[in-house]
C-alpha cells in the first residue's frame, strides 16, 4: 500500500513567499516491523491471518519535480521496495500495516510509483504561500485556483484526504484509518493508477471529480488501458474555522465500471457444481457504487479530531482495495507540548468495519476475498480496530514511531482473535 505526502497537499502554516521554485529533489525511507501474538485460530483458510509471526517491510522513495512553466509541475517518483506484510498481506480486512503492499518480496525491487503532471489555473490574483514538499514545488499559489492531474499517481493523494489519518509513514498504520476503507479506490497492487483529476477551489470550497483506470484483474498487478475498466470520482470539500481552529468536510462518491462477481451469483453456482463459491467464474459488465464522509477538526493547537463514515454496494464483489461494504471510524492525534515536546505525537483510533448478508453468506461459503477468506465463516461479526501510536521526533526529518493495534474479529470470523499487533517504523526525509 499506498501513500506518501499527497502531491495536492500543500503545507502554507508558515510558508515564506519567495522565489517560486523551478526544480526540486526529496527523498524519503521508511522501515516497518510488525509482529502479531497468539491467539484463536481452530481453522484456517488461503487468506487466514497466522498467529505468531513478525515481518517487515522497506521503501526508498525519491521525488523530483521540476517547473516547465509557469504554474505547471511535472513530477517523478522512483521507488525501491522490500518485505511482507503478516501472512503476506492477508487475513484482515482492516489490514495492519499500509505500507505493506499485495505483492511482497524478499530481494528489494524497483518500481516507478507516480509519474505525473499538474497545471494550477489562477481563478484569482490573491495567493498563498506554499511549503516546499514531497511532490510540491515551494512558493505561492493562487488561493481560487483550477487544477488538473494527469498520469500515475494514488487517488486518495487527491480523494479523502485528512491531515490527521491519511498517511502510513506519518502517522496511522492500519488501512481502514489512512483511507474509508469502504472506498474502493481504482488501484494496481501497489496502490497507484492511471488517469486525471480536477480540483476547483473558490473561497472555502473545492470539488474534484476524476476517472482512472481499474486494475486489470481484481486485486491485480496491471493496470487497465484505455479505461476498459475504470473509476469515477466526486468529492465536494468545504473549510471552515471556529476561532483560530480549522477544519474541513468532505463528501465524495465512487462508481466503479467492469467485470464484477455478484455474491449471489456465486452462491448459486457453488451450490449446483457442490463447490465453493467463487465470484471469478461469474463476472460480467456490471456497476458498483460507494459513498464516503471524512472530517478533520482542530480543537487546540495541539489537539485535533478526525472521523469518517464509507458506504459500498455489499452485493458485488470489492476489485481493487479490500473487503468492507461499510465502515466507521474516529480518532485523534495529540501533539506533546503539554509533556514538553511539542514535536511528538501520539494517535489514537477507533474503527468498525462490516460486510453485507450476501457478503457473509460468499465468505461462508468458501468464497475467498481481496485479503480475507478463511475458508468458512460459521459466526461472523463486525470487525473492530483499535489503533494506538507514539510517534517520536529524534532529528530534523527522523522519526521513529511505536504501534499497537487489537484486532476483534479479523475476516469478520468471531471464532477468530483477537489479533494483537504491534509495530516499529522508522521514517526519514529530506
Do not use: C
Not at 509471526?53 to 509541475?73: F, I, K, M, R, S
Amino acid at each position: 500500500m499506498l501513500f506518501t505526502t499527497s502531491p495536492v497537499a500543500a503545507q502554507t502554516s508558515g510558508a515564506r513567499t519567495g522565489d517560486p521554485q523551478t526544480f526540486a529533489l526529496h527523498g524519503q525511507a521508511t522501515f516497518v516491523v510488525q509482529g502479531v501474538g497468539g491467539f484463536a485460530s481452530p481453522y484456517s483458510g488461503p487468506n487466514s491471518l497466522t498467529p505468531r509471526q513478525v515481518q517487515e517491510t522497506a521503501d526508498v522513495t525519491a521525488y523530483l519535480g521540476v517547473a516547465p512553466w509557469q504554474g505547471a509541475e511535472v513530477w517523478a517518483n522512483p521507488e525501491i521496495d522490500q518485505g511482507f506484510g503478516l501472512s503476506n498481506t492477508l487475513g484482515a480486512a482492516g489490514f495492519p500495516s499500509a505500507e505493506a503492499y499485495k505483492v511482497g518480496k524478499s530481494a528489494p525491487y524497483f518500481r516507478l510509483q507516480r509519474v505525473f503532471f499538474r497545471q494550477t489555473i489562477a481563478l484569482g490574483s490573491e495567493r498563498e504561500a506554499v511549503l516546499a514538499s514531497s511532490n510540491q514545488l515551494g512558493g505561492s499559489r493562487p488561493i481560487d485556483r483550477i487544477v488538473l492531474t494527469l498520469g500515475k499517481i494514488g487517488v486518495g493523494d487527491v480523494f479523502d484526504t485528512n491531515r490527521y489519518a491519511h498517511d502510513p509513514r506519518a502517522d496511522f498504520l492500519n488501512w481502514s484509518v489512512v483511507d474509508a476503507g469502504s472506498f474502493d479506490y481504482a488501484a494496481d497492487a501497489w496502490g497507484y493508477s492511471t488517469g486525471a483529476a480536477l480540483e476547483a477551489y473558490r473561497g472555502p470550497w473545492t470539488i474534484r471529480v476524476g476517472a482512472f483506470n481499474l486494475s486489470h484483474v481484481p486485486n491485480g498487478e496491471t493496470l487497465e488501458r484505455g479505461f476498459g475498466q475504470y473509476q469515477l470520482d466526486g468529492e465536494v470539500e468545504h473549510r471552515h474555522s471556529f476561532g483560530p481552529s480549522a477544519g474541513s468536510i468532505r463528501l465524495g462518491m465512487f462508481r466503479n465500471r467492469g467485470q464484477f462477481g455478484r455474491f449471489d451469483d456465486a452462491l448459486a453456482l457453488g451450490a449446483a457444481s457442490a463447490a465453493p463459491a467463487d465470484t471469478a467464474l461469474v463476472r460480467g459488465r456490471r456497476t458498483r457504487v460507494g459513498a464516503y464522509a471524512n472530517a478533520e477538526q482542530e480543537l487546540t493547537d495541539t489537539l485535533g479530531i478526525f472521523g469518517r463514515l464509507g458506504w459500498s454496494d455489499g452485493g458485488i464483489e470489492p476489485y481493487d482495495f479490500t473487503d468492507i461494504d461499510r465502515t466507521a471510524q474516529v480518532g485523534a492525534v495529540l501533539a506533546g507540548k503539554g509533556w514538553g515536546r511539542s514535536t511528538d505525537r501520539v494517535g489514537l483510533a477507533l474503527v468498525v468495519n462490516g460486510i453485507s448478508a450476501a457478503h457473509q453468506r460468499y465468505l461462508a461459503a468458501g468464497g475467498i476475498g481481496v485479503l480475507v477468506g478463511d475458508a468458512r465463516l460459521p459466526d461472523a461479526g463486525s470487525e473492530q480496530i483499535a489503533e494506538l501510536y507514539y510517534d517520536v521526533h529524534l532529528l530534523p526529518g527522523v522519526d521513529a514511531t511505536l504501534d499497537a493495534q487489537h484486532i476483534a474479529n479479523p475476516g469478520y470470523n468471531r471464532d477468530r482473535g483477537p489479533a494483537n499487533i504491534a509495530a516499529l517504523r522508522l521514517h526519514g526525509a529530506f
